[in-house]
């Protein structure tokens, strides 16, 4: 039957005695700081009066709290995981803040109700639709099962919120029918089994008894009315068998604790549908529970009981040899009793009882005051823990599922939910931008901002499993045309860029022209190139005109880092003309894949390091380096004169550029800019500065090596978001 809450000591005016509440904790357990937990109490009552209660009855958040404490002193967590519990539901309910808590009680609670706030997403999983579209309910179990699996770190966690929803079944009379079935739905598929993959028993049996009796009302009169009738004779019957085989186990010196064991009306109810069977074939109708000194004791009992009755075949199991997944540990047979009478025998030691009542909880071991490690059994449990995701194959009886959602988690995925509490999973390095286009095409579009846990962060932030995202949108459709920048970092996944090139894409064309010939001419200037031929750019980039590279950028069809990069050759920017140390490294072997051949650099496509490139052998065995795709290459191909080459790995980083900067002086400008270029891996050849003392300001001029032109692109964008730095680019020497 299902468990009954505590009976909480009131007064007269229906407040808790706290004092004669927490002599009842201290009891149980010794080792708590009772002054810390009635500070804990008496913040929490302080909330919930300033929430605005006015009939002089304790908050319902704070009468929770101490519910959920005392589950959790039962569970024998330890004394920030009681204060947690008796303060989470006041933090949840908006009566107090964390911050707050954190000042007030520590990092650890503060820690653990934010890992419990966490966990709360899955509470808001729809699940009263008695009839979900078809394949929704089970892809809604699926993500609240890989969320748990994401966010719980710390067990305790997970038991806080176990009492919490336990709390929340044994109140469910209160709710309105919807709620009630809502409720109940939640506990039996999320909460009841994380009970026991966590191997505690007696809530696991409570959650699904409570459950039930919303979820199958009229199953679970019924089958409790036939659990009545005949108490009182099953009651007799069990208290003979009690007294005769207790006689025998002491003729032998075996001695034990026997007690008849708890009728769990689910239980009942899901083996009478799973065999097909009346209620009076159910053996564990009628079952009794020994308790013995040592694990030996135990078979030498089972012994005791195959002698005294007919053992039932194949209702035999050991799971001491073979323990469950969760380690529950027991010895289960069913025999014929007196009067021919089925009856199921549980045989385990006092430890194993301990175990399989409170599962993780019975091996709770805290740090050592010197703050050394936990107990192997601890650390096993926690990470045992992260393997919940098993749940499918308990539910749904479907392994190969259960397989591949395994496979799905071990891929790294990450777990964020939205504000309303839906789970959305998404690929390692997602962005707020990646999953405002996730939840909906119109969100990414109108997407101008993002908080992440309630705080506002940049739209390049990188998501991490557990974060709550509200993404901020405005009344106008513009998505920005950075965020298809790739060394800004704002989009990683493949659908957002897909939305975002084709919003541009179906824009007007001469708009997109426009915004292309701007986006091309602010990268040149980052470049130093001010003047240019863009017809001739055009063509070399293989357009027919220079409104078509435009539209090109515009829409996102080329990369304006490729562009600038052509621009850079054709005017003569790059390593050949500026660095007259390149035709000496030209004589090298700065081409691998020659073999012993001599090369030369061709003047059609001119390919400098860093670009993809084939060989092509002439008539005097010299190889010319084209481009992949130069047409002399391709027509080459034809006569099998075509090589593959690569750059030589040392010339990853031998790029000489000149760079200027022009910025406000400040203390520590020159810090920040060289931290870029550590984080870049870029060397620094030179600096030396110009200050300006009139106007405050000051250019840095640098000589830098990079590997290509799109790091140097990606250098310069991060020096000009520093602080106080008013424009950076490439100059051109002189």
Known sequence: MVSI????????DGTVDLESWLYGIGKRQPVLNLAKIRDVCELSEQAAKKAGSTDGL????????LEIADILCDLRVNEDGIKAGIIYRAVRENQITLHHVRNQCGDQVAELVEGVLRMAAIS???????KPVLGQR???LEQARRMLVAVVDDVRVALIKLAERTVAIRANKNNDHDGQIRLAREVLEIYAPLAHRLGIGHLKWELEDLAFRYLEPLAYKRIANLLDEKRIVRQE??????????????KVNVHARLEGRAKHICSIWKKMRSKGIAFSEVY????IRLLVDHQDDCYRALGVVHNLWRNIPHEFDDYIATPKENNYRSLHTAVIGPEGKVLEVQIRTEAMHQEAEFGVCSHWQYKTPEGKEKSSVYETRVEWLRRIIDWQVDLNNDPVLAKEILNDVTMDRVYIYTPEGHVIDMTPGATPVDFAYRVHTDVGHRCCGAKVNSRVVPLNTRLKSGDQVEIITGDVINPRREWLYEHLGYVSTSKARTKIKSWFGQREKQKNIDEGKKLLLEELEHMGIERLDFGQLAERTGMSSSTELFYSIGVGDVAVVDIVEQAVVMMELDVREHQPTFDVVQNKQVVSGLGNMDHVISDCCKPVPGDSIVGVIDDNSVVNVHLQDCLQALHADVYGRLIRLDWQAELSATFPVSIEVTAYDRSGLLYDITGIFMHENTNVISIYTVPNKPENTIILKMDIEVARLNRLLRTLEKIGQLPNVINARRSISS
């Open 5 to 12: 809450k505590q009976d909480y000591s009131l007064a007269t």
């Open 58 to 65: 304790v908050h319902r958040s704070y009468r929770t709290g």
């Open 124 to 130: 808001n999983v729809k699940f009263g639709d008695r």
């Open 138 to 140: 089970k892809d809604q």
């Open 237 to 250: 019957y069990i208290e003979r068998i009690i007294r005769e085989l207790d006689y025998h186990l002491h």
């Open 284 to 287: 564990d109708v009628r079952a």
